[in-house]
């Protein structure tokens, strides 16, 4: 954004090199990519529950228990974290 707000003088071009913007870049490329991972991680999960189970209420019901605690593991964890516990 500074770059870009920075006029460069005629005929100079500007990039940006260092620790930041390369930290920037990975985080912004995995965080891309996680969310990716994370869609096809649930949609083969469903897939084996499907197949295991051969009910889509029992598939649905599995996944729904997953997610409410994965939310619990994440509320507990931010919580101990706030106190440094």
Do not use: C, W
Request: glycine letters at 8%; zero cysteines; proline letters at 4%.
């Amino acid at each position: 954004e500074i770059v870009a707000q920075t006029p460069a003088p005629d005929g100079v071009q500007v990039f940006v090199t260092g620790g930041a913007p390369l930290v920037a870049d990975q985080h912004s490329a995995g965080d891309k990519s996680v969310f990716r991972v994370t869609m096809i991680t649930i949609v083969v999960i469903a897939i084996m529950l499907l197949i295991v189970f051969r009910s889509v209420a029992t598939m649905i019901l599995i996944l729904l228990m997953v997610f409410i605690e994965l939310g619990a593991a994440r509320g507990i964890v931010a919580f101990l974290a706030n106190y440094e516990i």
